[in-house]
T-cell receptor, first 114, second 111 residues
Framework: DSGVTQTPKHLITATGQRVTLRCSPR?????VYWYQQSLDQGLQFLIQ???????AKGNILERFSAQQFPDLHSELNLSSLELGDSALYFC?????????????FGQGTRLTVV | GENVEQHPSTLSVQEGDSAVIKCTYS??????FPWYKQELGKRPQLIID?????GEKKDQRIAVTLNKTAKHFSLHITETQPEDSAVYFC??????????FGSGTRLQVQP
């Protein structure tokens, strides 16, 4: 167990719908990252939050948004869903310092858009 | 931003042989280079990492080398075993930035 909790584990929804994925980072970790992994593909960085503020943005679609709350949990909102959004969405968290440290991944949310 | 290229995309070796996976990065400011192993349907897990002030690091059958001048780093697995079969990702980051991952290498160890 990495200490990073993601809910739900599985999600099936229809095209055009909106879903929210939730992530609770490890205790003490201020950074939260979201990654998308399509079938047999690599890990695509979506967005990073640090202590409630957006720190970096990757290849995140305008239909997607995220936020990090005061208790440091994060939510990834996906709207106007398309079939191509079906993927495994990972959240990761890390402690920050002079050098970056290990990112711990949650078990992922498998999103299926039908 | 950072760009990480990883080769090969697939690698098949016989049990007991060595496996080498190579990555190059673009941002000379990158200072942290972890390697993750991902088994089918599971989360990526760190297997070894190296920082820019170190040229080589070893942990049992796994070693990583870093050449900052050439901006490349490699993962070496010796005496491979069937349980080493998985997808391996290299990554790089600069300070407080998110990890940028390579595209992954699917390693198959044949018994």
């Amino acid at each position: 167990d990495s200490g990073v909790t993601q809910t739900p584990k599985h999600l099936i929804t229809a095209t055009g719908q909106r879903v929210t994925l939730r992530c609770s980072p490890r205790s003490g970790d201020l950074s939260v990252y979201w990654y998308q992994q399509s079938l047999d593909q690599g890990l695509q960085f979506l967005i990073q939050y640090y202590n409630g503020e957006e720190r970096a943005k990757g290849n995140i679609l305008e239909r997607f948004s995220a936020q990090q709350f005061p208790d440091l949990h994060s939510e990834l909102n996906l709207s106007s869903l398309e079939l191509g959004d079906s993927a495994l969405y990972f959240c990761a968290s890390s402690v920050e310092g002079l050098y970056n440290t290990e990112a711990f991944f949650g078990q992922g949310t498998r999103l299926t858009v039908v | 931003g950072e760009n990480v290229e990883q080769h090969p995309s697939t690698l098949s070796v016989q049990e007991g042989d060595s496996a080498v996976i190579k990555c190059t990065y673009s941002d000379s400011a990158s200072n942290y280079f972890p390697w993750y192993k991902q088994e089918l349907g599971k989360r990526p897990q760190l297997i070894i990492d190296i920082r820019s002030n170190v040229g080589e690091k070893k942990d049992q059958r796994i070693a990583v080398t870093l050449n900052k001048t050439a901006k490349h780093f490699s993962l070496h697995i010796t005496e491979t075993q069937p349980e080493d079969s998985a997808v391996y990702f290299c990554a790089a980051s600069t300070g407080r930035r998110a990890l940028t991952f390579g595209s992954g290498t699917r390693l198959q160890v044949q018994p």
